[in-house]
């Protein structure tokens, strides 16, 4: 029995935790977002977790809006970097387990092969050297039993996300252009919070450990979107278009696909390919409804 704080509860992956809620029930969930908890509050957040008796922290808070991000430097950094410098403070002082999450654009997308847990990061926008400092803060604080999980192109049947823009104007769209020189691997926010739930027992180091996980295999975004069409039966079009014809902002790694190799090991787990995933959240989860 476990009592378990949820940052960022309103968001994709905090969804879908709450999601996992029932099949769970060894722990007592704390489900928070920013309206009621400051996470960037070092004493809002100890007052709750002390109040709640609360033995583990999964970190799903943050600030991923890639674009805004350009302009908002200082709110990225306060929610990306300086809430999770707070998190990992009290989950030391506490001896609290803590999931941190974190993100592919922490690379810069040079690399010709997965990157693993140990490539050197290289963050070229802000979001993602906002990211980067949050990892390094953790890392710094260097909780015991705690870990940070990079994970890729997340989505679900809920929120805004890749999958659901995709229905959106497939409904709306005979044809729509896709980038298709950025090459990764999506992950179904189902399976990480699934996952996560799982391991949270097995989480035993002195220290801070760093795994990377996404569904399995890789695709270029164009593929992703060619794949979404097939199964929701859509006769719209996707047509391949280089990132450069598109105005971003802030500028996406051409190659981040992570290696999964470590978390598999340590945890004995079993990633579905993304194609399975992605069928299955459009099938079961009535994403299409």
């Known amino acids: 029995m476990g009592n378990l704080l949820i940052t960022g509860s309103k968001g994709q992956l905090g969804l879908a935790l709450k999601s996992l809620e029932h099949n769970f029930s060894n722990y007592i969930f704390f489900f928070t977002d920013k309206s009621n908890l400051d996470i960037s509050n070092f004493e809002e957040v100890s007052r709750f977790i002390l109040i709640n008796k609360i033995t583990v922290i999964i970190n799903c808070a943050a600030y991923t809006h890639v674009d805004k991000a350009e302009d908002e430097p200082n709110l990225a950094t306060k929610i990306n970097s300086e809430a999770v410098q707070n998190l990992a403070k009290i989950a030391k002082k506490k001896a609290i387990k803590i999931i941190h999450i974190s ?51 997340l989505y679900s049947n809920v929120g805004k996300n890749f999958v659901k823009t995709m229905l959106k104007l497939s409904q709306e769209k005979e044809t729509v252009s896709v980038v298709s020189d950025q090459i990764g691997s999506p992950t179904n926010a189902y399976d990480l919070a699934k996952t996560m739930l799982q391991i949270i027992p097995l989480l035993k180091s002195d220290g801070v450990q760093v795994y990377h996980y996404a569904n399995g295999g890789e695709c270029s975004w164009f593929q992703f979107a ?64």
């Open 103 to 153: 993100t592919d654009y922490v690379f810069d997308g040079t690399s010709k092969i997965p990157y693993v847990e140990t490539s050197k990061t290289n963050p070229q926008n802000v979001y993602g050297t906002s990211k980067l400092r949050g990892e390094q803060a953790f890392l710094k604080v260097n909780p015991n039993n705690s870990i940070i999980i990079r994970t890729s192109w």
């Open 226 to 289: 060619k794949e979404i069409m097939k199964l929701a039966n859509s006769k719209c079009v996707v047509l391949p278009v280089s990132s450069k014809k598109f105005n971003s902002k802030a500028k996406r790694p051409n190659f981040s696909l992570l290696n999964t190799t470590k978390i598999k090991e340590v945890f004995s787990l079993e990633i579905p390919a993304w194609e399975t995933s992605l069928k299955n959240c459009l099938e079961s989860r009535n994403i299409t409804s």
